[in-house]
């Protein structure tokens, strides 16, 4: 689906807008970015100017392929996108970041305990991760509720791999559960609800 990718987000423009300027709060000239996850890369290409060096990451080589093209189409030189795998960051050391986003990827992944472990290794000290994601089991709209069923259903006879039906509260336990404290939450889209928090690494 890369191809289509940004066409298919385009009913989510104001979304994807406010998950940048909402990112931008978090940010300094001088900040260390890592993007996990990062698709065609309008985030990461949205904050470039706000940043020192950012890494994006994701695991489909057609993403990163298309996010290389429009960074070389806009002359951005301080991303660096990469094909790579979020559940094993060995090629970063510990503290290597100050920022590190994952915007709505923890609802589709299998184990998404395991990337918020592995993020917060890679996260300096009174860092801050910045998560934007659905949540399927929040209230939306009649329209949404049926297709959010048709999903289900798909999953449950395995056409779907990885999905998952996430409150508001399931996302706050996954991330305190790594040791990383909640300093901000907010609701980015309501139908259905995508569910902003920004938590902070905290020394041991």
Do not use: W
């Not at 057609?62 to 660096?80: F, G, H, L, R, V």
């Amino acid at each position: 689906m890369a191809r289509y990718y940004d066409k298919q987000v385009k009913s989510l423009e104001q979304a994807y807008a406010r998950t940048i300027q909402k990112t931008k709060d978090y940010l300094t000239p001088g900040s260390s970015v890592l993007e996990l996850g990062c698709g065609t890369g309008i985030i990461t290409l949205g904050i470039a100017e706000d940043a020192k060096e950012i890494t994006g990451i994701d695991i489909s080589e057609k993403m990163i392929e298309i996010a290389k093209s429009k960074a070389k189409e806009q002359n951005i030189t301080n991303i660096d996108f990469q094909v790579g795998d979020a559940y094993a960051l060995k090629q970063y050391p510990d503290n290597s970041f100050d920022t590190i986003l994952i915007f709505n990827v923890l609802h589709v992944i299998e184990n998404p305990g395991a990337v918020l472990k592995e993020t917060r290794r890679v996260l300096k000290d009174e860092g801050n991760l910045l998560t934007a994601t659905d949540c399927y089991a929040e209230p939306a709209g009649v329209f949404k509720r049926i297709l959010l069923s048709i999903q289900k259903f798909l999953k449950n006879i395995g056409l779907i791999s990885y999905l998952s039906f996430f409150e508001k509260k399931d996302l706050e336990k996954l991330i305190e559960g790594q040791n990383l404290t909640i300093k901000e939450k907010d609701i980015f889209f309501t139908n259905p609800v995508n569910y902003f928090i920004s938590a902070q690494k905290t020394k041991q």
